[in-house]
Each structure stands twice: as structure tokens, then as C-alpha cells.
């Protein structure tokens, strides 16, 4: 549903058109819905407000918040999600509900306070603020509440969420709790009923106790009046609607009842009615059965329903008191039914279920009575009044409990008489019924008194139910008699034998007869108890109904009294039968107590009240019916004032003063009481009387020593003072209405009355406290009714001196509590008495603050308590403490804040005249703001005083008005003024930084920044005008820190609140901090010459540049544009200050001819400081850099002598912010990888390195440090220390400031930090076991220790780890992994700014291949798209938003490194070759032309690129290293403040700088495949050479690929491309080309009969001759008969190729079992496997090159193979001299165990230089790996020590399968390696690493991943 405010105006029947604006639109009338609305005109813009009840605009405005932020709950998986989400269901069902406009007003109440209490639990829930509500639940407006009141709200809503959530379960959201009542009302409701009746029936209902204490069984004591209603054989089938009838309420239940813990049950009783026994009528004297009239029919027992209820009525109790009326929980029971035969009672038939109530009785478990029962706290009148509106509290049967009311209010009347028949014997008679009748004293029965129970109208007379044998009844039915007639009334039974013949049963008479008088001849009720009347036998003959005569005969049998017969006409005592009814008596005129009934039997002869006080407590003399009087009351007094309340109304008049001291205990009675005296007091006498008695009990008690007894007296007179009082007043006002005088005296003896008060209280005895107590205590109840009749500043005087009359320390605490229940009086409020009252209460506060240092100062009570921890170390225990000491002070203190709080809080809605309340204001501001200061300042935030001290804090200062304080302020001298500025400051200072409130509590917080902004701005208008000559820097200089905290604090910051939120603060208080932000600048411009000292710190200044650089970072753009100015006007300030400060003072400005400092250099420092701290803690954005360089920048055009160094200046802070804004992104970003954030972290390094910024300059190389050491490179970690190593000299002298380092904090000389540095650069590259870097740094400290220190201790042992970094260079069995390097490529504008369009070469993680590495660049970039090629992107996806990225395996090219010359160490080679490189190197194959289907190579081109990086992945120091007033010999540019780093192997990856392309032909592709197998199988067999013992599978799947040239056809395909004439025709510049490849292929001869010796020699009996054979005989094939593969010429890889395989070979030996063998060969059952041998082929194989070519063509011609090609010279070792080596020394080598030799992995590239040369390719590189051939232009390299080289990939598989690229180095002169690289993803999983030896290596690379 959307709403549109618009104009609607009709068009038809079914349309309407709406006007907005100039727009008309038409809608269908269906369609719209019309509301009402408020239209606010009178701001800016037109207000529309629905028309609704502002509880539903809060809960629409609320729910729209929340469904911004349950989202988050939910994504966050948090548990409140639920709780929420259901509660925000329940609100919008709520709302629904309040606006269908279908509720009473008691619903509405109560759903409104179930909105406001579910509201704030979800705010609490989603942490939002709290909302302060009003008791009817509205929100209070700050406005016009006041500030203590705000606070106190605020603290009973926090008390009550939390107070809620301990109280309901985890499901309740929020109910409405009232005060409990005494009462209770039970309301049950029947819902159904299965009971099978033959006859009509009577079911009464009611609560019961059982007692097993009366009798020998137990006996069940009613509780309830019963609720009765009938039940027909038929039942309610045919009008269910009768169920919704039976409902009762059982009301007036007390609580002591219902919680005692006896056992209370529901039980009701089914009363059949009709004929004796259940059978058919005699046919014989009646053929149509007739229906019995009441009196003819039978009343017969047929069951019970019972069940115990004690728990559920517990359970309902506690759930009542949480909730209202609507929500009152209801419990459904069934009740069983027991039945009832013939000859049994009910009463034995409960007794039978109580005693085995666990026994199955006779009954049906279908058959029982469904009942709904609840519990509602209050009377049945007062759930009536609190919910008037509540249909069922109206109309509906009530059922009294049998005994009084525990409160009887004045106007309740009840005369009710409860009768039991309990039971009867009757020896002769059978069958018998009792009938009851209430007759007068003339016999004659009184209709309509008797009641059967609630439900059925009152009836003549009650019938009881009949049995067969003695009778049993225990039925109860209830009298109610007006008064008049109560006294002389009876009760008559009458006993009758009911037949089972109905005929014979008409004519019995009544024969027996027992009655009982209500009133006893004392004059009293009968008693609650059970009484045994005397039965009469009837003389049938002579009886009549309407004889009275019984009424002279005894009805009563006393216990242990004799009765004598006697006979009366017809009735005669029988002696045999007996008859026992119980009473129990509810009324409130008459009662069962004889001194009661004494009392107010006299009360009624009109004693006047004077006399009965008179006689009562003093004795007076009266009428000599005052002795009985006097004895009477004494009785009175002993009776309970439960008992007594009954009878209040009679006796109150007789006992006021007794009854004023009690009622004290019963709260509930004291309206009672008022009532009394407002309406029915009427002597005018008496308060002279009590006024000179009162004043004499006081004058006695004031001795030096009174008597206990005196003071006990007093005691009790003190607490009923106030009613004394009342009395005084009341009587006094009687008497001026009467007589109209005596005004004057009146108040004079008061007066006097007031004057013994005050001297009570200034009497020192101990045995007075607690009368002085009481008096303090009820003093303030009296004010209200003497203000009636006394002059009310003499009262204040009075009071005051009453309070001051006490000593010191004698009942402070209840002299505050005086003093404070004093200011809520009506007496405060008038202006002239609160004035006399304010200043009396004020120094005795001010004299408390001063006493209690010791409890707010936290810092007194720290060292109390440092004394005390002290002090139980010395003496080993706890030192006590004096008892109270602090905690009397703290509750001292505790009154003391809430006089505060309540004086302020009158004084705001006081509406005395406005100059009244300031002058009370001004004095709290001059007696107390100062106290109050210092008590805020020193007390602890933790302290729960803490809050009500702030908040009288802000209290005061709101409301007193500017122009006041500004007085006040400016009425202090200078120095008094300075200190009072500083402890506002600090005040407001420390409010800010320490927060008192919590964070919720939203409206206290702005409340008090509104006052904080009020109070700074003041402080600034009187600094201006009075601290600037002489000026006070340190006042101001707190102010400007003062505001800028202000102002930057976070509960101003309204951009990170929710919309709502920010707009209802900017509504009320505006935006606080653009009116702080131009106070600030303008003190800064009143600030004039002294702007200096605030810039330069040197000479004592104040470096401001921090805290206002801080303030215009927050993003308000009116803050940044009206502040950024001021940095530039600091420019300009220490630009032109006095260059040469030849004084100690402060720094100054250039005057006249002065020199000026003509620069801002310390501006500049701290600039570069404080950006960097702030933008990394979250300042500033890119909006505020523009804003920033843009304002700046206009600033600095305008000034023609500026404008050079001024423009420098914002642009370097320009390229700062820029970088630390990156730098915040990457860091805060969770999904960035380690590497990029190194990289953003080396920028800034960078950048801080180029402008001479040391000290930031380290903080950044630690933070690198710290990155490398997260993730274990331990290596770069090495080598960003020395980036600050290189920073220091040897010199031993202190360490410059901008060099220090906070981890070396106890090193304080250079010399001694470089040395410490060095070491841990040591151990850091121990780890990462670069042991090369490590020995360069024990060299230097080598030197040092040998000529300069002459340290040999440390020498010794540098050298012992030196010697083993050696041995570990050179152990083979060490494992150092070799990185591979990965070009990446970010294309795209998506990416972070020191990405975007940059490409950067990573060095590779340990055994890290492609595929690992691709996956975990990607990782931080999930959106970005992979390229498929290599080919560079076009400028539009360059420019767009998106991230393209391009990754690809790179080579190292090493130019002329030593390290890699052949003699050169296997170990040395291999490092050097992939360490301390910065050129690299990758290819890309193509084809140019038509490509050969047959012969790929003839058309395969390779696209070469060489990258070159800015550093190399090495480190290198060059630049200036101060070494006192000489510099290293190494520097050639001196510059003293200019240090230059070349940041070399910090980082895993560095950007590339130069980027060159080369393309290679298919000749040279060849040529360097050819070379590169060569090199590959040369090193291969110098490895197994070294070591013997080694794994033969790198050779023989090298061997096996270049012998077996399954894939792409071998070397004959360089034969039919080109080995030809036609191509030597075409082609003839390559001719040298041509004889280099001939010469490759030649070369390889002797090298694969080598490796074959090398298998043949290892004990494995496989025939290798028989492969060669093979091997010729392909070469040997025709070219057009060639197949296709995906494996090139000397090159494949026989893990993945099928056929011949040499590897499987291998595989198969090493088991020494049956394994895949190459094609042709096979083993047999033996241990030697068969094969053929072809001796013939194998010794032409070995003594003929021309071997592997066959003729094509007949020729005469030379074959190419015999002509000469020109030998170069190589330094390796022949073929010969190998397998000489290889066999000579076979035996003396001793091989290693298998668990100490590892293959290398295919991943680890490493080359060794080659020194044979050929002039045709000097700048061909061969690499051939993961079976790609890679064919590169690079300077000249070593061959490559290589464990394997598959061969190369096709044009067509390398697109198809780029990750199989390789890095394997040529093995000819001056030809480095290359590779091809990829961006697929190899099809073929990589190859396992080897695992490491059983030995404990240190470093990441403990065991391959």
C-alpha cells in the first residue's frame, strides 16, 4: 500500500482524480482510501500527519526502523532474530487492532501499555536507544520536562526492562503490573458436563478446605458459598448455549487463605430429586406416572465431583500479579465424578476419596465436569471499577467466602449467617429430612432469607437431602437477615421420615423438632463453632406450624451441663436423639465479642469525645458510668486491629488515639481513618486539650535523665503526630466555624507546641534518639494541616529550627530525610518560604559535600584502600574498618543529591514569578556549582552517585539563563576566574571522554551536550574578554581542546545513527557541532599575534594542528569548509615568525625588520603525524581530500610568496591521505589477501622514504615486520628489519628521536640497537633458512668483533653459526624449497587504486604450483573475471569498473651471475638461479601462416616477453648512514636529512617497470628444444654420477620421452621441416641455424647410450637395447606416416604418454614385481623378465650417429649427419669421461638409505650455465617442463640441473592445457630458460611433492604442502 498526500476531488461514481502539484492522476474510488490529517504550514515546507493516536505513529515509525536493522540479526544468525521477529508480528497485530476502532477504552489502555512495553524491549533487543515514557505511556517531551525528572524516568525504564527479563520467561514480550490487592476472585466457567442422571438434579459447586485434624477421619471446612445450578436427565444437548451461562465468581478470597498451605479442592456435590429409589412407579395405584411438586419430591444423594486445585491456584497467582486483566492465564480441569449408592452418604463417599484417593473408585473415567478457572487479583467491586468495560466482571452469579474481608471500607455492609448441618441420630427413624425455616419470635417463618447458594433466587425454606441410616450431612446454606430483625429471630428444624411409598409418604408429619436463637442472651451473634441443639419430639395431636411455645425451652446443649426435661404442650425433650449444626457469622454491625458490643453499647449514649480522651489517658473525673467505660477500653486495646477495623465506624470515636498508633502498621487503613475524621469528627474542644497534654509529655522528656516510661509514651505519641495534628486542626476549624475567634491564641500555642519540638530535638540524650527519630520522621506529615491555620514563614523558621537544633552527627541521615520530605510539601513551593527554606538547607548540604571527600574523591579512596592492603600484609589480617563510617556517608551523600534533585525539579515547574526562581537559582550557582564541580570531577564513573550528580550538574546549569552565568563568571577576580574556567573545563572535558550515562539513554546525552555547548560557548565569550591580556595560554589552550573533544565525540556524530534517530536530534538540538566549530574559530581568530604559540611547539607552545585536524575530519561539510582555513592561516603564522627566537619564551611573530622563519616546517611534521594516527584510526575520506587540497589550494594561489612551497605542501598532503586512505581500505577489509596489504604497507614506506620522514617511516617497516611474521615469512621479515639496521651507524652515541623504536625501548645507543637488530635479523632468516642473507650479516659482525670490539666470546660463537649455515647450504639432505614466480596482471578500475592496471611478478609460496596460487589470488577478489589469453586487454575494460586479472607462470633470467657457473656447487647453482633476481621471463606460441596438419613445428612461432621489476627479491642498503660528522665512503650524493632505502625482498611480489616482446622462429624453437633435452639428460646422469643411490625415474622419463616419441612424432618432424633442401633453398640465411640443429641432434647420441648404460648397470634385468632398436626404427619411419600426439620432439612426459615407457621400467625393477612394461616386452614367472634382444641394432646403435635417420631418397649426395660441424669447446665432462666415473667409482661410493633420497618435484626449476656456444642464438633460452617446450630470448644463463623434462606442448594443446608450462634452462652457451606460460588449468593433477627426511627443520618449509 503506498500513501500519496494529494488533493482529491471526484470525477464520478467510480473515479476520483488527485491533484499534486501541476500533476492530475485518476484512480478508482475502490482504490483509495481518504484519512485525516494535520497540516503544519508554519515551517519551511507543508507537514501532512495522519490523523491517529500517537502510540500508532510511534509503532509505525518504529517498526519502519526496525526493518532495516532485523536484517542484520539476521545475517549474523543472531538468537534474537526470533524473539524480535515474533514480537514485531504481535505489534503489527496490536496496531491492527487499535485502529479498527472496535475496542473499549480499558482494551485500549491495556494494549497501549502491551505497544509501549514490546517497543522497548526490541529497541533494547536491536541495541537502539531507550524511550522515556510518562505513567500512561506517552513519550516525555525533554522540552518541557525537567532534567531530574528526565533522569529519574530514565532510570526506572532501564529498572524495568531489566527487572521484566528477570521476572518473565524468554517467550513473554512485555506485560502492564498494577499493585496487588488483599483479595482474590476465582471466576470458573464450565465448558462441558457427562454425568447420566435419572431424575432431575441439583449440582452445587464450591471451594473447600480439608482439615485431617477435626475427627477421626478429617472434615472439609467450606470456604466459599456454593454455586448451584440444575441438571436434567437430557442434559444441554438441544441448547448448548447454556454452557456459556455457567460461569461464577468466587470472590473477597484472601490471600493468607489461598497461600497457607493447607490443601484446598474444588468439590461439588449431585443431589438428585425425586423418589426414594430409582425404579418404575406402582402400576397399581397410579397408571400415569405424576411429576412431584418440591415439597413432595425426595432430595437424594448420587455423587461427587472433587479434585485438589492448591497447585494451579499458586501457579495462576504469581501469573496474575505479571499480568493484566486480559491476559490472565486460564487453566482447564476435569473434575471426576464419583457416584454415590443407595445406602451411602456423600460426606462418607469424600471421606472414602480422601483417605485412598489413589484407589480406583466407582466411578467412569468419561464421566466429569470440564471447568475453565482464573485468577484475578482484587475483590469482585474492584476488578468492576479498574476495568468497567469488562463484560464478564458484569451480571454474573458471586459466591462470598465464609468469613470477613481482610479490609472492610467504610460503608460495606454484610449480616450473613452461614448454617451447616453436620449430622443428626435419629435410633427409631430412618429416612430423615430436616427442613429449616428462619421464623421471628412469634414463630411465624421469615420469607426469602435462606439462600442455597449463588445462582438460585433466596427461598422460604431449605431442605435437606435424605439418607437411609444416621445422617451425615455437612450441607451449608446461608441467613441473611437485616439487622432490625436479626436479634429476634431463630432457626427452626423440623425433623420428617420421607417413605418410599409416595402415598404413605404425603401424609408424615414432622416428629421431632430442634430450633436455635441467632442473638445469645449476652447480647452476641453465635459463635463460629459447632453447636449440639436439643431435639423435640412432636405431638402430633396438639402441634401446630404457627406454635411458638418452643421458644421457652433450652435449644442448646452446653458442654458438661445437664438437661433437664421438660415438657412444653406437644413437645417433649427426647434424650436419645441428637442434632449438631455448625455457624460461622460474617457481619459488619453486630459481633461475637461482649467488650465490643460493651463499646459501643456506651458509644450510643452520646459521651462527647473530649470526655472519653480525658477519661482514656488521663483520667478525668465524669458520670459514674466512666469506670465501665475506663475498663471497656482497656479491653479494646487487646483486641486485634483486624477485629477492631471491623467495627471501626462504631468504636472510632472511644479509641482515636490508640487506633492513630496502630493504623501505622496497616496502611490500607488509614483512609479509613481520614474519611472518619473529614466527615464524622465533631468535637470543637479538643485541641486545646491535646495541644497543652502533648506539650507537657514533651517538657518531661526533656530532663537530663527521663523516664523509660515518658519516653515509650512519647514514642507512640510521636508516631501518630500526624494525626494528633489532624485532630488539632480539624478541632480547631470546627470550633472557628462555631465561634469565630480565638485565632491569635490558637496560633501561640501551636507555636509553643512547635518551640518544646525544637527543644526536643536539641536534648543530647542517647535514650531520645528514637523519639527525635519518630518526630523527624512524621515532622513533614503535619505540614499540610497546620499550613490551614499557622502563618507560613513562621512555620518555616520553626522547621528550620527544629532541624538545626539537632547536633552534628546525631540523626543525620533522618535529618535529610526531614529536610527532604520537607521540600516536596505544598509549603516549598511558595516563593518566600522556599527562600528561608533554601538557605537552611544549603549549608547544611555545602557542610556535608566538605565532610565527604573521603567517598566521592576516588583517588583518597584508592590509597585507603592501598593502606589497608598495606596493613593486612604487615599484620596478616584484615584490618577492620569502623562500622557505617563510609556507608552512613554515602547514604548521607545519597539524601543529600536528592534534596538536590528535588529542589531543582521544583524550581523548573514552579509558576512563582520568574525573578523569584532565579534568585533561588543564582544561589544554588554561587553556594554550590563549585562543590558540586569538584564532587564530579573526583567521584568514580562507577559510582551509582555519579549519575545523580551529573544530572543535578546539568540541572543547574539549564536552567540558569545565559546572561545570569555570564555574570556569574565575570564576578570572579582573575585568578579566581582562571581556576573556576579550569574546573569547567576539566569537568566538561572529562564528561565527554568518561560518559556517565549509558549509551542508550539518548535524550540525557543530547540534553547534556545542549548544556555542555551552552556552557563552552559562554567560556569562550569570557575568555575573549578576559583572558587574553594578560594573556592565560593555558585557558585557552584547554578550551580548544575541550571543544574539539566535544565536538568529535561519538554522540554527536549523527551520520551513524539511523535516519529517524538523526532527524529527531536535528529537529530538537540542531547539529551541536557546527555551533562549537564556529565558537572555535572564532576564538581562534581573537587569538591575534599569540596564533604562534599554538603552532610551534619549541619554547613552551601548544601544538593545535592534532585536535583541529581532527575536528575537520568529521564528515559535516559545513565543519570541514568552515575550519580547513584554518590550517593555512597556521602556514602563514609560522611562516612569517621570528627566525631567530634568541629568548626562552614563547614563540613569536616577526615584528618590523625581524627576520622571518620564511618556511612552516613544524607545521608540516605535524601534519604528516597526525594525519597518519588519524586516518588510520578512521578519520577522514576521500571527500574530505577534496575538500581539503581544493580549499587549500585556493588559499595558497591567492598568496603570491607562498604559492610555491604552499602548493608543494598540500600536494604531498594530498598524495599522503590519498595513500593512508588505501592503506585504511586494505587493512580494515577482512578479504584482502597478506600480500596486498605488504604491498599497500611498502607504498607508504615508499612515500615516507622520499620525504624524509623517519620516524613514520619505521612505524610502517614494524607494521610490515609484523605482516611478514603472521605469515611466516621469515625471510622478508629479515629483511625489513634492516631496513631500519641500515639506518643506524656503529657509533656509540645516542639514538636520534625519529630512529627510536618502541620494541628496543631499553636500548639507548645506536651501536647497541644495530647490533640487537642484526641478531634478530640472524634468526629470522635461520627460518626461513636463507642462510646466504644470514652469512652477510655475520660478516660485517665479524669484522666488527675482530678490529673494532674485539669481542671474541661473541665472535666464537658467530663463527660456530656461521660454519653451520654452511654446512646447511651444502647438505643435500636439507630440504630448501625452490619458489616459482607468477605474473599477475589488475585490469580494471574495481580494484584498489595501487592496483588498478598495474601488473607485478609474485614469488610463489614453497611447492606452490599454478593452480594453488591462482586460487589464492582470487580468493579477496570473488567478483573479479579471469582472461583466458595472454593478449593485454582493450582501454575500455582497462577504464571500467569492473576486475579483469591475468595470471601466468614467469622464469628467472640470471644475467652473469658467478654463482651459476658449472664447477659452481649443484646447491649454489640452484639458489642463486630463483633468489636475487629481477628480470623475468615467459612465452606465448603461436602460428604464423597455414598451419601443417602432419607437422606442426613447421608453422609454430613463440611471442617472448621479458619483464623487468623495480626491486629484486634481494636486499640491498645504499644511501646515507650517519656516522657523526663523517659519512660511509659508500655515499657519492651527500644530503644530510635525505636517507634513500632501496626496499629490496621485503615483499613477495613487486611491480614491473619494463616490459619487452621478441618472437622467435620455428627454427630457433627448434634448436633451443634440442639444446635444452641435451642440457636436461646431461645433468640428469652428473646427478646419478654424484650419487648413485638416488631414484632413476626423472632420467627415465626423460630418456624414455626422447627414445620414445609417442606424441607429435619425434626428431624426424625437425627433419621434414626442416633438414631438407627445399627449406635450405627457401630459406638460405639460416644455414648456420640448420648446422647448429644437426649438431644438437648429433650431441644427443652418446648422451642417450650413456643413460642406457646407467639402467643397465643398476642390477635390473631389462633389455634397454631392445628400446633403442625401437627407437631407431621410428626415426627410421616415413614422415607422412607420422601420428599425432600431444608430446614434441624430445620432450614428453611418460607419466601421461601411452606405449613405451621407461619410467615403468624403473617402477617395475625397483618392486621387483610385475609392472606395466613398454610395448614389446613382458616378464616372465621368474624374477628376470623376457624380452628379445637385437644385438645387431644395439652395436650400430652405439657405434654409429647416423643412427636415427634413415635415407629418403637415393642420393650420391654426403648425408647431413656426415658432414663436419664445427665442435665447440664445453667444459663439461664427455660421455666418456661420465660413464667412466659412473662405472670406475660406482663401488667405492656408498649410497644413502632410501629415506635419506628424494627425487626433485616437476614444479622446482633450477638451471646451470652451459659453456658451449652457438653463434646463431645467443639469445635463445630453452626451458622445457610439465610437458611444455618454452622457447625465450634472454642473455646468456646456465644449464639447468633438472630432474625431469617432459617434452613441449602443441600450439594446439598449450591453448587447451596453458598450466603446463616449464622452466627448465639450455644447456648450450649464453641461452638462458625460458618457459611457456598459460592461464587454463592443467587437466593432469600435479605431481606430489617429495616428503622430507625424519629430522627436525626450522622455518615455514618443514615439509612440503
Known sequence: MTLIKMHWKPVNNKYKYGVEGVNKRIFPRAFIHIKECIVDRTGQHEVVTPRIPPIIQELTAALREWGLLIRNLYVKRSPDFEKVYKTMNELISDRKRMLSGQLLVDEMKQIKHQITDNIDLVNRLLGLDLVVRDEQGNILNPDITSTVKLFRHHVEATEKLKRNEEMRPQSYYGTHQHKPHNAWTIMLSIENIILKVPDPCEVRLAFYMWDPTEGKEGREKPLTEPYVFNWTPKGYNTNTELYSNLVAFFTDLSSRILMQDKQIYLMGTVVREGSMATKEADKRTSTTPKKASETDSIRRPFGIFVMEVSEEIRKQRESSLQNNILNVPTTEIKVPFYSCGEKESLDVLLKKYMTSRNEILDNSSSLGIWINMSLYNGDIKQLCKENPNYTPFRELPISYPLCMADIVVP??????????????????????????????????PIPGVTSIGCGKPPVNEYRSVTYHNDPKWNETFKVALPIEEFRKAHLRFTFKHRSTNELKDKNEKPFALSFVKLIQPNGTTLLNMDHELLVYKIDHKKWNEEDSSYLRLPCVKNVGEEVQKKKEDCYSLSSKDSFFISTVFCSTKLTQKVYILKVCNNNLKNFILAELLALLEWGGSGSSNKTDLRRHLSELRNVSSEELIIFLQDTLDVDVIYMAGELNKHESYQSVLDTYIEKNFHATLAYNKLISILRSYIDEVCCAFP?????????????????????????????????????????????????????????????LLPVQGLCLKYLSTTIPDIMNEFDHEMLCRLLIRIVNNLKDQRLSPQRLTAMCEITHSQLFLEHRCRSILLSAFIAHIKKLFAESEEVTDSEVAMRKEKTKGKLKDLLGTDTPTPPNSDAKKTEELKLSVKILSDILDIIFESEVPMKATLDNLMTLVHELLRD??????????????????????????????????????????????????????????????????????????????????????????????????????????NFFHTAVRFITQPSLQLQKFTPSKRNKILRRYKDLRRETAKIVKKLWISLGQHKIRFIVRSGNGYSLIGPFLEMTMIPEFDVRRSTIPIFFDMMQCEFYSLKDKNHSGPPGMAKGEEKIKAKFDEFERDMLENLDHLIEGGCADDHYREVFIQLMKSLCKEHTIMSVPGMHFVDTIGTLMEKLLQYRTIMNAPDHSPEIRMSCTVSLLDFYSKINRKELYLRYVYKLFDLHCECDNYTEAGYTLQLHAALLSWKHSIIPVPLICSRYQSLQYQDELKEKLYYDIISNYEKGKMWEAALKICKELVQRYEEVTMEYNKLSKLLSDMAKFYENIMDPQVIRPEPEYFRVAYYGRGFPAFLQNKVFIYRGNGFERLSEFRSRILDPFPNAEVMKTLSPPSKEDMESAKQHIQINKVDCLVENSPFTYPHIGERIRQYYQVNHVDTFTYSRPFHRGQKDPDNEFATLWTEKTVLKTNYALQFESVGLIYMGNKFDKRVKHFCFFIFLVKILGVLRCFPVIKETKEELTPLDNAIVTMATNNADVENLIRKHVRNSSQHLDPLTRKVSGIIDAAVMGGIKNYEKAFLTDEYLLNHPEDSDKIAELKEWISKQIPLLDLALEIHGCCSKPIDLEHEVNVFKRQTSQDTGSARSSHYSIGGGDSNFASGLSLPRISLAVSKGSNATLPRGMRLSSGSTPNFRKDKKAFKYLRNRRDSFTVKREPTTNTRWFETSVTDNSTPHASPIELRHKKFGESNSSTPKSESQSFSRPNSLNASIKSTSSITSLDRLSFDSDNGGSNITTSEPVTPAVRDDSPPPLPAKSRNLDPSRNSSVSSSFNNTPNSSYSFIEENDIPPEKPPRPPNKSLNGPYNSPS
Not at 417 to 430: A, D, I, N, Q, S
Not at 994 to 1012: G, R, T, Y
Open 932 to 1037: 558540586i564541580l569538584s564532587i564530579v570531577s573526583k567521584i568514580g564513573r562507577d559510582d551509582p552517585l555519579s549519575l545523580e550528580f551529573v544530572a543535578v550538574f546539568i540541572s543547574l546549569l539549564r536552567q540558569v539563563p545565559k546572561e545570569k552565568f555570564f555574570e556569574y563568571l565575570e564576578s570572579f577576580e582573575t585568578i579566581e576566574l582562571k581556576d573556576n574556567l579550569s574546573d569547567l573545563l576539566m569537568v566538561i572535558k572529562d564528561l565527554i571522554d568518561s560518559p556517565v550515562f549509558p549509551s542508550d539513554w539518548c535524550e540525557m546525552i543530547c540534553l547534556l551536550n545542549s548544556v555542555l555547548m551552552k556552557v563552552l560557548n559562554l567560556i569562550g565569550e569570557v575568555i575573549i574578554e578576559r583572558m587574553k591580556e594578560p594573556f592565560v595560554d593555558i585557558i585557552w589552550n
Open 411 to 444: 460503608g460495606d455492609v454484610r449480616n450473613d449467617l452461614y448454617v451447616t448441618l453436620v449430622c443428626g441420630e435419629f435410633p427409631k427413624v430412618r429416612n430423615v429430612e430436616v427442613a429449616v425455616k428462619v421464623c421471628n419470635e412469634y414463630g411465624v
Open 707 to 767: 523516664q523509660a516510661s515518658k519516653t515509650g509514651t512519647m514514642n507512640k505519641a510521636m508516631k501518630c503526630l500526624h494525626y494528633m495534628i489532624k485532630f488539632i486542626i480539624r478541632s480547631r476549624q470546627l470550633f472557628y466555624k462555631l465561634h469565630a475567634k480565638g485565632q491569635e491564641t490558637f496560633q501561640e500555642s501551636l507555636s509553643e507546641l512547635l518551640n518544646s519540638i525544637a527543644k526536643l530535638m536539641s536534648c543530647t540524650s542517647d535514650s
